[in-house]
């Protein structure tokens, strides 16, 4: 498996790097990027490591030789200040052995490099970073073992790696008896299958909050039922009172990132309190 873990490892290296990658041969020249600039030299890497990919028994030393130059000149050009840089081109060797490198070493680099672009990630890259620190995670884990379980439960963490967004301009609203009130910071995550959504009240001195769940692409009545919170003074759930006063939610769009619906019914609290709410609306794009 030594192999396989190092091209892994290669692949997690070049999703550090934006550049873009040229067509690649197995003539790789670095005789000429000892002056390279940070860019170039980010490009080198990726290069040289996607030739790399292609490594056989025959041409190992040459390509392994190649890509070692391209790390010491991007180390030349853009520091390391995390060292992950140097631990690469220490876990290549001498590049005599295909076999010489230390394989956990290399995965440990791995997912230390894809930590850092996961720590680094905007909206638009989250999902990518997120799900290459994963599966940097997990190759580690097979290789090398997760005594403590801390590498798991970073895994855990991670979720589906879909990152929550705020939705200033959506609508998540209801009446409380008469009071109105207006949920405007809604964040929504997708998990397990499932489009969470959570709205609070930002008005001044506001504690009120909801959350429910629905599963994902699906639209019908009762989906957010079982796990609709209301938050006020105390905490609200459906009602199991029964006709009149059932809960009732109907979710006529979800697909694309639009969640449409609506919601109303009885609430009641642990302590048997009831509260009826009305004209709730759902209307989030996420």
Same mark, same amino acid.
């Given at each position: 498996m030594k192999k396989l873990s190092f091209l892994f490892f290669l692949f997690?290296?070049?999703?550090?790097?934006?550049?873009?990658?040229?067509?690649?041969?197995?003539?790789?020249?670095?005789?000429?990027?000892?002056?390279?600039n940070c860019e170039a030299a980010a490009q080198e890497v990726a290069t040289a490591a996607l030739a790399f990919v292609s490594v056989t028994d025959d041409n190992y030393t040459q390509l392994c030789s190649a890509y070692k130059t391209a790390l010491e000149n991007l180390l030349a050009a853009c520091g390391d200040p995390d060292g992950s840089i140097q631990s690469s081109i220490d876990a290549l060797g001498d590049c005599s052995d295909p076999n010489g490198f230390d394989d956990c070493e290399a995965l440990a680099n791995a997912t230390n490099l894809a930590e850092v672009n996961f720590n680094n990630a905007t909206d638009d890259n989250y999902a990518d970073y997120c799900n290459a620190y994963k599966l940097a995670l997990e190759n580690q884990i097979a290789e090398c073992g997760d005594n403590?379980?801390?590498l798991q439960a970073i895994v855990d963490?991670?979720?589906?790696?879909?990152?929550?967004?705020?939705?200033?301009?959506?609508?998540?609203?209801?009446?409380?008896?008469?009071?109105?009130?207006?949920?405007?910071?809604?964040?929504?995550? $997708?998990?397990?299958?499932?489009?969470? *959504? +959570?709205?609070? !009240?930002?008005?001044?001195? #506001?504690?009120? @909050?909801?959350?429910?769940?629905?599963?994902?692409?699906?639209?019908?009545?009762g989906l957010i039922n079982d796990t609709f919170e209301l938050t006020l003074t105390?905490?609200?759930?459906?009602?199991?009172?029964?006709?009149?006063?059932?809960?009732?939610?109907?979710?006529?769009?979800?697909?694309?990132?639009?969640? $449409?619906?609506?919601?109303?019914?009885? *609430? +009641?609290?642990? !302590?048997?309190?009831?509260? #009826?709410?009305? @004209?709730?609306?759902?209307?989030?794009?996420?």
């Amino acid at each position: 498996m030594k192999k396989l873990s190092f091209l892994f490892f290669l692949f997690i290296l070049l999703s550090a790097f934006t550049c873009e990658n040229e067509p690649l041969d197995s003539e790789i020249d670095t005789s000429n990027s000892g002056n390279l600039n940070c860019e170039a030299a980010a490009q080198e890497v990726a290069t040289a490591a996607l030739a790399f990919v292609s490594v056989t028994d025959d041409n190992y030393t040459q390509l392994c030789s190649a890509y070692k130059t391209a790390l010491e000149n991007l180390l030349a050009a853009c520091g390391d200040p995390d060292g992950s840089i140097q631990s690469s081109i220490d876990a290549l060797g001498d590049c005599s052995d295909p076999n010489g490198f230390d394989d956990c070493e290399a995965l440990a680099n791995a997912t230390n490099l894809a930590e850092v672009n996961f720590n680094n990630a905007t909206d638009d890259n989250y999902a990518d970073y997120c799900n290459a620190y994963k599966l940097a995670l997990e190759n580690q884990i097979a290789e090398c073992g997760d005594n403590d379980g801390s590498l798991q439960a970073i895994v855990d963490d991670l979720g589906e790696c879909v990152v929550n967004v705020e939705n200033p301009d959506q609508e998540l609203s209801l009446f409380a008896g008469t009071a109105p009130i207006d949920f405007e910071d809604i964040s929504v995550a $997708v998990e397990n299958g499932m489009v969470k *959504v +959570t709205g609070v !009240d930002t008005s001044p001195g #506001s504690v009120y @909050s909801i959350y429910f769940e629905v599963p994902v692409d699906t639209t019908g009545e009762g989906l957010i039922n079982d796990t609709f919170e209301l938050t006020l003074t105390s905490v609200f759930y459906p009602s199991e009172l029964g006709p009149p006063f059932d809960f009732v939610s109907n979710i006529t769009v979800n697909e694309a990132g639009n969640l $449409v619906g609506s919601f109303g019914g009885v *609430v +009641t609290n642990a !302590d048997g309190g009831d509260l #009826s709410i009305t @004209s709730g609306v759902i209307n989030i794009t996420y």
